[in-house]
């Protein structure tokens, strides 16, 4: 069992930063996809950031550019640092844990981000 927790998320004006953090329960980097992922109102869920093996990285074009996936293997973390963000970033940000092997995924309870002047 994976545990994940969220934090970070918050209200923010357009072209800000934002840090989110996911705190996993152990070491287990090593055998699973980190993932971000974000649900807006009333559209479906969609992948924002992966990355595996603590190095390879892939994001939704949208956010190319402007956010970065990267894990902590002291602090257990992996972190989404987003910048010049947008209205249509607004959304509940999820953190997703893959299993590598038997693909068996765990979530996180999500946090806000409100990107508003």
């Known amino acids: 069992q994976v545990q994940l927790v969220e934090s970070g998320g918050g209200l923010v004006q357009p072209g800000g930063s934002l840090r989110l953090s996911c705190a996993a329960s152990g070491n287990i980097f090593r055998f699973y996809r980190m993932g971000w992922y974000r649900q807006a109102p009333g559209k479906q869920r969609e992948v924002v950031a992966t990355?595996?093996?603590?190095?390879?990285?892939n994001y939704a074009d949208s956010v190319k550019g402007r956010f970065t996936i990267s894990v902590d293997n002291a602090k257990n973390t992996v972190s989404l640092q987003m910048n010049s963000l947008k209205p249509e970033d607004t959304a509940i940000y999820y953190c997703n844990a893959e299993n590598i092997f038997t693909r068996l995924g765990y979530w996180g309870q999500g946090t806000q981000v409100t990107v508003s002047s």
């Open positions: 990355i595996t093996s603590g190095s390879n990285t």
